[in-house]
């Protein structure tokens, strides 16, 4: 049984930074297409970032584009979710996700594409 566990959400001003983690445990996750999502009070949970198993590709969502990095240690098994000029509408529960191989954008912004999940970790940006 695949394990995902999140760390490093917090509560900052806008235009600050934060960097999230994403603990991976129980299976190959070396092998693994790894995202992350975020959810705010009252919305639909949204894609945000997905890495390839080996970095190769990467997919952001427009919002987040020239602001948000993701990367991979594999050897690790942790997944990295850097952002930079936060805003407020950056505020949400953001969820690590594992999924098996890469599709086409439409299909990784689908959250149901998407196998393992987090538990979630809060980010708070005030304005």
């Known amino acids: 049984q695949a394990q995902l566990v999140e760390s490093g959400g917090g509560f900052v001003q806008a235009g600050g930074s934060l960097r999230l983690s994403c603990a991976a445990s129980?299976?190959?996750?070396?092998?693994?297409?790894m995202g992350w999502f975020r959810q705010a009070p009252g919305k639909a949970r949204e894609f945000v970032a997905a890495?390839?198993?080996?970095?190769?590709?990467?997919h952001y969502a427009d919002s987040v584009k020239g602001r948000f990095t993701i990367s991979r240690d594999n050897a690790k098994n942790t997944v990295y979710l850097q952002m930079k000029s936060l805003k407020p509408e950056d505020t949400a529960v953001y969820y690590c996700?594992?999924?098996?191989?890469?599709?086409?954008?439409?299909?990784?912004?689908?959250?149901?594409?998407?196998?393992?999940w987090g538990q979630g970790t809060q980010v708070t940006v005030s304005s």
């Open positions: 996700a594992a999924a098996l191989g890469w599709g086409i954008p439409a299909e990784m912004v689908v959250p149901t594409r998407w196998l393992t």
């Open positions: 129980g299976r190959f996750f070396s092998t693994d297409t």
């Open positions: 890495i390839s198993y080996r970095s190769s590709m990467t």
